[in-house]
């Protein structure tokens, strides 16, 4: 059973930035792709950025595309999102995620992902 836990949320002022990671309880190869989403109070879950951890091919969703950068550290079994340039709408609960997405085309699926963290704050002012 896979256990995710994220740290480094935070406040910060628009502009700014945030260093998010994503510590899994087990290898990664386990789970083929990792996630980060996040969730803004009474919507559901967007995606932010993906990475195929294989390969360590990534995916961003169009708002953070340019901004963020997902990556990976497999001895660690880590998992990293760099987020620059924040802005107060990214501010939300971001959550990592890890699981086996039926296809690379649906690895910002939110629903193809089967581990989830407890999530983090991030606030943006």
């Known amino acids: 059973h896979v256990q995710l836990v994220e740290s480094g949320g935070g406040s910060v002022a628009a502009g700014g930035s945030l260093s998010l990671s994503c510590s899994s309880s087990e290898d990664t190869y386990a789970s083929n792709c990792m996630g980060w989403f996040r969730q803004f109070p009474g919507q559901e879950r967007e995606a932010v950025a993906a990475?195929?951890?294989?390969?360590?091919?990534?995916y961003y969703a169009d708002a953070v595309q340019g901004r963020f950068t997902i990556s990976q550290d497999k001895a660690k079994n880590t998992m990293y999102l760099q987020m620059n340039g924040l802005k107060p709408e990214d501010t939300a609960m971001y959550y990592c995620?890890?699981?086996?997405?039926?296809?690379?085309?649906?690895?910002?699926?939110?629903?193809?992902?089967?581990?989830w963290g407890q999530g983090t704050q991030v606030t943006v002012s």
């Open positions: 990475i195929y951890t294989p390969a360590g091919t990534t």
């Open positions: 995620a890890a699981g086996h997405p039926k296809g690379l085309y649906r690895v910002l699926w939110s629903t193809d992902y089967q581990y």
